[in-house]
């Protein structure tokens, strides 16, 4: 646990608090884009510990929560079928499509694993040559690499068995969207650790331009995370919009070159459904078409499935920033964690989750 | 302005209820459980005794004994792992939900549900291990039944035991007897079993080293009990995890329990394990590890007792009842600040990232 609990220190903390608590000098509202920035902000209370001018709005970047309804059905859909192993990140199982979710087709008899890695999924399709194995590739630009590499090593290892049903979102098109948003109320981003580390942060000076706001790039522990919002306060107090790295000892400008090529190698940018916003455009990335044979949609012929969602929980407004958990007549009532009407609830780096979790 | 907007035009889609199928997560121990619990089982063979909601049940003879009933299925796969098996489980688990009732474990039975074509050897072997465990608790197992399945009709082997044990005299210890001013010891590190049980289905895919918890606790309640016969509560945190177990107290109680985080024992590998995959240690399933709710006035004498046993010489103090909110179970994080500590809410999954 070493390098790990020194950015749990409380004296450390208690330090970084009394600089930003000395720094600031009026109200600003600063978004985490991160589920996992805001699953730790929760988990150790570091909200309760800020000025009370700092308000933390938390964004749209839980991949669990912001997969589209119509992905979640096409992947209900395969799962059904017979002769298919279904492999998923443990989160998505408990995503509520329009009637079931992964939990119930499972009850129902589908063959529904849990995995850590994709590469896993590789393994289960090498076990069972008489069955179809797909893989739920959803995720920011963190999970991208291992998911492209899944693809080549399928097709290297001539593996007809397996597929991918691919929901990949982008974080830099998200951010740009919150921002040109009419009713934007977020004055400075922490931008994902982790995503920058492999993808860098060249995008970011353009956009803190463009929309005249800082960026941090931050990490997930609580020290990193408060000398992200420091780094970020004092930006905002003395007028500047520059993109800085507070996660240094992880991110590097350019990022992890390898990895963007192997992403780069197997996906192609297209526009995503994200869900409660609606399409993002160039939000998302695709297979490419000479990946066809690895495409679940086209495979399992679910392509065409359309799901809109019927009325939205405020879930959509919830990952804009434009309303807290606490606001919606649901929160904790008829909406928790183990019946959640709407994403932000189903994982728990989702923004209700963690409220839910550690505010109820 | 927002507060105007937020009722307006919201409708949410319709949860999914599960109440059609029965799903993995309603064996969880956590909410799903209870919700079952509470859903199909009360309303039709709810009586006193039953919806107490404690480990064993306690029932009073005529003769003035009180006698104390447990019934534990084991269906744990794989059914060897590092530090117990199967059968360790079954008279383990029976002793120590007697034991919680403060209740001497004697008897205990045992039901067998083979799978066609399992290996005599290995049957030999978890009966082997049962004999064990039986010797080291003290208890006799009084009465047994066998059946046997088709081939993939059970994972291997299952086991369900009853125990039976007697309640000393003057003793009272319910999960609703925790008060406001008591305090709440722990007997030893958490997590150890979930671990240990995840790393033999070779889910971590690398080796912690962590062997399983499970024990018989009936001889340190015993020793506990020597010392102080004044335990308000005490209870195994097993399925579900710590926090699983306190929130159950909290709401059994009517109290609020406030725990701090810089005082939960959980060994570095354990953490480890947990960071990595997006676990928490509070959830993870214990198999020998107990939480004993007392006066204050004799928290200290009986931490030393404890600390005198091979399964409590870690023990320590974790937190303290106090009066609201009510059904609450609230954690002191390490940097002072203070959040919620719910219940295992369905099945325990790994977060993504």
């Known amino acids: 646990m070493k390098h790990l609990q020194e950015y749990r220190d409380n004296r450390l903390v208690q330090i970084v608090i009394k600089k930003i608590s000395d720094s600031v000098t009026r109200k600003w509202s600063i978004m985490e884009i991160c589920g996992g920035q805001t699953h730790s902000i929760m988990k150790y209370g570091l909200d309760q510990l800020l000025p009370t001018e700092i308000e933390l709005i938390h964004g749209p970047g839980c991949p669990v929560c912001v997969t589209s309804l119509e992905m979640i059905d096409k992947a209900l859909e395969i799962a059904s079928l017979p002769d298919v192993i279904f492999t998923s990140y443990g989160d998505m199982l408990r995503v509520p499509g329009s009637t079931k979710d992964l939990f119930s087709i499972r009850a129902n008899g589908g063959d529904i694993r849990v995995v850590y890695s994709p590469l896993d999924a590789i393994k289960i399709a ?235 | 302005m927002l507060e105007e907007s937020v009722n307006e035009n919201i409708s949410c889609p319709l949860p999914i209820q599960h109440h059609d199928k029965i799903v993995l997560g309603h064996g969880s121990g956590g909410k799903l459980t209870h919700d079952l619990i509470q859903r199909v089982f009360f309303p039709k063979l709810g009586n006193r005794i039953l919806e107490s909601g404690d480990d064993s049940g306690i029932i009073d003879l005529d003769s003035g004994v009180k006698l104390a009933i447990s019934v534990d299925s084991h269906v744990v796969s794989p059914l060897f792992f590092k530090g117990g098996d199967i059968g360790r489980l079954a008279v383990c688990g029976t002793v120590n939900d007697i034991s919680m009732s403060g209740a001497t474990p004697l008897y205990f039975t045992a039901g067998f549900i083979l799978e066609e074509g399992l290996d005599h050897q290995i049957l030999t072997n978890v009966i082997e291990s049962m004999e064990k465990a039986a010797k080291e608790a003290g208890v006799l197992m009084v009465a047994g039944d066998t059946k046997v399945v088709q081939k993939g009709k059970a994972d291997g082997l299952y086991i369900t035991t009853t125990g039976i044990g007697i309640v000393p005299d003057n003793v009272n210890i319910r999960g609703a007897n925790a008060r406001p001013g008591d305090v709440i010891i722990l007997s030893g590190t958490i997590g150890d079993h979930g671990i240990a049980v995840l790393e033999a289905r070779n889910e971590l895919g690398f080796t912690s080293g962590i062997a399983s918890d499970v024990a018989p606790l009936n001889k340190l309640v015993s020793e506990m009990l020597a010392e102080c016969n004044e335990l308000h509560v005490l209870r195994d945190p097993t399925r579900g995890g710590l926090a699983t177990t306190l929130n159950e107290i909290a709401r059994q109680s009517n109290v609020c329990i406030l725990i701090e985080e810089n005082r939960i024992p959980v060994k570095p590998p354990v953490m480890a394990v947990c960071e990595m995959l997006g676990y928490e240690p509070i959830y993870m399933a214990n198999e020998g590890k107990l939480i004993a709710i007392v006066p204050e006035k004799y928290a200290a004498k009986l931490l030393e007792t404890m600390q005198n046993n091979r399964f409590g010489s870690e023990s320590v103090i974790i937190g303290t009842i106090i009066e609201k909110p009510q059904g609450k179970v609230l954690l002191k994080t390490q940097l002072g600040t203070t959040r919620v500590i719910d219940m295992l809410s369905g099945e325990m999954l790994p977060r993504i990232c």
């Not at chain 1, 920058?196 to 990193?224: L, N, Q, R, S």
């Not at chain 1, 409660?276 to 160039?282: F, K, T």
């Open chain 1, 126 to 360: 090498q076990h069972n040559q008489d069955k179809q194995v797909v893989f739920f590739a959803i995720g920011f630009e963190t999970t991208a690499p291992a998911n492209a590499m899944s693809i080549l090593q399928a097709k290297s290892l001539g593996l007809h068995n397996f597929s991918a049903l691919v929901s990949h979102v982008r974080v830099p098109p998200a951010v740009e969207f919150l921002l040109s948003s009419p009713y934007n109320r977020i004055q400075g981003f922490l931008a994902a650790g982790h995503v920058c580390a492999v993808m860098g942060y060249w995008e970011y000076p353009a956009i803190a331009d463009k929309y005249h706001v800082p960026i941090t790039i931050t990490g997930f522990e609580p020290v990193d995370i408060l000398n992200g919002i420091l780094m970020t306060i004092q930006h905002l107090e003395t007028e500047n919009n520059e993109v800085s790295n507070a996660y240094s000892r992880v991110v590097t400008k350019e990022g992890n070159k390898p990895a963007q090529d192997m992403i780069k190698k197997v996906f192609l940018t297209i526009d995503r459904k994200w869900r409660g916003i609606g399409v993002i455009p160039s939000s998302g990335w695709g297979l490419r078409p000479e990946f066809d044979s690895y495409n679940a949609e086209m495979k399992f012929s679910v392509g065409s499935i359309q799901s809109n969602e019927s009325s939205l929980c405020i879930a959509g407004r919830i990952l804009q920033g434009l309303e807290k958990p606490f606001n919606c007549h649901a929160f904790g009532s008829q909406c928790t964690p183990e019946n959640p009407l709407g994403a932000t609830m189903v994982s728990s780096e989702g923004a209700c989750a963690a409220y839910y979790r550690y505010r109820n």
